[in-house]
């Protein structure tokens, strides 16, 4: 059975039951979501532009609690932007006036978590989602996060936002729809591929004639679970810099180079808060496992990143090592369902010597260009000393035949204006959101994960230039 067209009206979903669902995680009723009906034209929304006047906003800690078979698939994406009204900005909060601390925060929007939250060692993996209600702008923002009390384990939180700015976060996990914070914790089950940690890969929001429920729309959350298995490398092998899978920015462990076995999962949930984890047909209950000895994916499967092209045809992006050509590479794997998988090899790999991406290219994040057409790749890459910047690159149908942008050089570096810039170490996990707004106000968002010293993390937000996504700047506040 194939997809029917991407269409804004949900089809009727099917009891949630028929699909077998493993490690629930918090479950609640079904519960109703916000109706989904296509936009209005030509909104006038809020727009980013670029002031160096003013100084970014460090996200405070929130003071409120809690703020956690074979057949196919007949799927449909339901469109992300809502009926509604011009969006109502909150009004912008400083860090500081002094210019000093301006420079070093500029571009961050989401800090550590404070005091003992499930969020308060390391951060990233930012999956950020716009939609537009009735009455009003909403912002989600899924990320990873580990805490001091925690620190080998990675969960996925939730914060949100009404102008993808300024957000609400949690300090644990949540209870009601209403929440933000801690949303998905590692599975309990000895078995799963997912016991050690989960980082969020994409979300979207979706519907299949096999999910019935009285809901408009299921989210679905395609993630990196890693097991507690550790890899062995091949015998003289050396990447020429630390290799790690999960990667750490702030690690105590004294293992320079350990890496654990990651798979893809599925989780789906009608809030956006309360997963239930979707079996694979593989035994962990992966989605699919990761390739031969020979294969250039043979280590590990991370970050994959799903986009919907059309009827029967679903695409995850992902990345592993190549142990060969010791680099990372971005591969492909299509699905009419999105649950089985079939991979399709290798389309992007490490630049020439001396590029900023020589040891290769990871954490894709791939868009469709609504404005010029064709696919938009977001990616971070992997220097020859190990630093992380992060490159663009297009492609016509998305497949095959993907092109650098920027003459080869990265859209986004590591801050070097002064040493104690917030990001100054390394930027990465790039995530892009088109800002169509009607009319000339088009703008693209880059959301990223940035690492400065002592390997101290946060989430950033840099914009384009108008439609032009080769040119990035850091967020300064807004001209209004």
């Known amino acids: 059975m194939s997809f029917p067209s991407p269409a804004m009206d949900s089809a009727t979903l099917a009891p949630l039951s028929t699909i077998k669902i493993v490690n629930t995680l918090l479950l609640p009723p079904l519960q109703k979501s916000p109706a989904l009906s296509p936009p209005k034209p030509k909104q006038k929304l809020l727009v980013l532009r670029k002031n160096s006047k003013k100084s970014p906003f460090l996200t405070h800690c929130s003071a409120k609690p809690h703020t956690t078979n074979g057949e196919d698939l007949s799927v449909e994406l339901i469109g992300s932007r809502i009926e509604g009204e011009d969006a109502k900005p909150i009004p912008d909060q400083a860090v500081s006036s002094s210019s000093s601390s301006s420079s070093i925060l500029r571009g961050l929007v989401l800090d550590l978590g404070c005091g003992d939250s499930w969020d308060n060692l390391e951060i990233g993996s930012p999956v950020v989602k716009r939609y537009l209600g009735d009455e009003e702008e909403r912002w989600h923002l899924w990320y990873h996060g580990r805490s001091g009390k925690n620190p080998e384990s990675d969960a996925i939180g939730l914060a949100v936002s009404s102008n993808g700015i300024h957000w609400e976060r949690g300090v644990g996990g949540v209870e009601s729809s209403g929440d933000v914070g801690l949303v998905m914790n590692p599975s309990q ?235 100054s170490e390394g930027v990465g996990s790039p995530c892009l959101v088109e800002m169509d707004n009607g009319g000339e106000d088009w703008q693209w968002r880059l959301y990223y994960r940035g690492v400065g010293r002592g390997g101290r993390t946060g989430i950033g937000l840099a914009v384009s230039d108008g439609a032009d996504f080769q040119s990035f700047q850091r967020w300064t506040g807004f001209h209004l």
């Open 189 to 423: 089950d000895w078995w799963g591929f997912d016991t050690q940690s989960v980082i969020p890969g994409e979300v979207s929001i979706m519907s299949s004639a096999k999910l019935r429920a009285n809901t408009a729309a299921v989210y679905w959350l395609y993630y990196t679970g890693f097991s507690a298995e550790e890899l062995k490398l091949p015998e003289n092998f050396s990447p020429g810099f630390q290799l790690q899978n999960p990667e750490r920015a702030c690690s105590n462990s004294s293992q320079s180079s350990t890496i654990f076995k990651s798979l893809p999962g599925l989780a789906m949930s009608q809030d956006g808060r309360h997963w239930a984890r979707i079996e694979g047909d593989h035994h962990s209950g992966a989605l699919f496992d990761s390739g031969q000895k020979h294969d250039w994916d043979s280590l590990f499967i991370s970050s994959p990143n799903v986009l919907f092209h059309g009827n029967g045809d679903l695409r995850m992006y992902y990345h592993s090592f190549d142990t060969k050509a010791n680099c990372f590479a971005i591969g492909i794997a299509r699905s009419r369902d999105g649950i089985k998988w079939v991979k399709l090899g290798k389309i992007l790999e490490g630049g020439g010597p001396g590029a900023f991406d020589e040891k290769g290219v990871m954490k894709a994040n791939v868009v469709r260009n609504k404005r010029g057409g064709g696919y938009v790749m977001s990616y971070e890459g992997v220097g020859v000393d190990g630093r992380r910047s992060i490159g663009m690159a297009v492609s016509l149908d998305g497949l095959k035949g993907w092109r650098r942008v920027n003459n080869s050089r990265p859209v986004l570096e590591k801050c070097g204006e002064e040493d104690g810039c917030w990001d």
